[in-house]
């Protein structure tokens, strides 16, 4: 059932850069988020219409799409979790943005201020609205194989929130490993219950490395038949509302080991490296990636 495709997802524009305490500049954001492009990758998240105070990196993301070819072949998806940021990322131009619930109560709570239900709730007139005008919706899932706060999620909750989703209208639900705790077979079970109650082509999977796990999870999920898997250059990254949850699967690491397997993607592994370097330059530390520096010492 292992694809012979599959599409990667980057996030490191979004999800990795969002946990910098450091302003970075627009110009250093779109310079890597179009090397990203140019590298191939068919999607490259670019960020996030959410509150500035409580996410701050992420403020300028209206400057940063309109630098960006959006008419083009490569999708720039944004995060929006409510009416307000769909209109500024509407406004900006976006083709494809991107809610985010969680299978944790207190995550929820920590994260987006509300309760499971009331982000539902929240979320079913945005996500109407982005159908209405055209635009494709992303749906994330976190803390699908664990919670910073409450411990053990189950699979069950995980796959009642995907189904209710994609029912408001998401064309693909990405299920998030927010903390890195899953290991191969938790994964596995998460995944089955989950394509029990949605259609395994809408799903994505989304690890962190916290506990070296994530490449061994992604594996186990291809086996599975998932194709379409999320990953951030560099391996930036953790989580503002998940203490010690450290970056995303890089996605050097995970391109060498797709590429390894035969599977094709479409992008240049040695392209998204380099783009990984500029960026870990700028930010003063050397890439979390083994390929990157395996790739650097080479
Ligand atoms: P709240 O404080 O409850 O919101 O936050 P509010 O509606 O009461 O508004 C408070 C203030 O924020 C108001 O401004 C609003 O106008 C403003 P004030 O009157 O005080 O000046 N506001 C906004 N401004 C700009 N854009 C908006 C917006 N909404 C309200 N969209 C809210 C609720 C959801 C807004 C807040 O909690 C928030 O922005 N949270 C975002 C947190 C976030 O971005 N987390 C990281 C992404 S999730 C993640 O990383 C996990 C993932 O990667 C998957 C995985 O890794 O597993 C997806
Ligand atoms: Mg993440």
């Known amino acids: 059932r292992r694809p012979s495709r599959v599409t990667v997802v980057e996030v490191g524009p979004r ?6 305490s450091d302003e970075i500049p627009v110009a250093s954001k779109v310079r890597l988020i179009t090397a990203l492009a140019d590298a191939g990758l068919p999607v490259v998240e670019a960020g996030a219409f959410v509150s500035p105070k409580w996410v701050p990196q992420m403020a300028g993301s209206a400057d940063v799409l309109a630098q960006l070819p959006l008419d083009g072949p490569t999708r720039f998806p944004v995060l ?7 209109d500024r990322a509407k406004a900006a131009g976006a083709r494809e943005i991107a809610v985010f619930g969680a299978a944790s109560e207190t995550f929820s709570q920590r994260n987006i201020n509300c309760s499971i239900q009331e982000s539902l709730g929240r979320f ?5 609205q982005a159908k209405r005008d055209g635009l494709r919706v992303r749906g994330y899932v976190s803390c699908v194989l664990g919670c910073p706060y409450e411990g053990a999620v189950s699979p069950h909750r995980v796959a009642e929130i995907a189904k209710d989703l994609v029912a408001l209208g998401c064309d693909e639900i990405s299920l998030g490993d927010t903390i890195g705790v899953g290991t191969p077979d938790a994964a596995v079970r998460m995944l089955d219950t989950v394509a029990a109650r949605v259609p395994l082509e809408r799903l994505a999977v989304h690890f962190h490395d916290t506990y070296g796990q994530a490449l061994a999870n992604v594996l186990a999920c291809l086996e599975r038949g998932v194709g379409i898997v999320d990953s951030a250059v560099a391996g930036l990254g953790g989580c503002p509302y998940a203490q010690g949850a450290s970056g995303n699967l890089a996605t050097e690491d995970l391109l060498y080991l797709l590429h390894g397997l035969g599977i ?3 992008v240049d592994l040695a392209a998204v490296a380099a783009a990984g370097r500029v960026i870990s330059d700028e930010l003063g530390r050397p890439p979390a990636s083994k390929v990157a520096r395996a ?3 080479g």
Not at 15 to 20: A, I, P, S, V, Y
Request: hydrophobic share 40%; charged share 20%; no cysteine.
């Open 15 to 20: 999800d990795g850069l969002q946990n910098e």
């Open 264 to 266: 094709e993607t479409g």
């Open 80 to 86: 929006v979790p409510n009416d307000k940021g769909y």
């Open 124 to 128: 079913a007139p945005v996500i109407a």
């Open 295 to 297: 790739l650097a010492a």
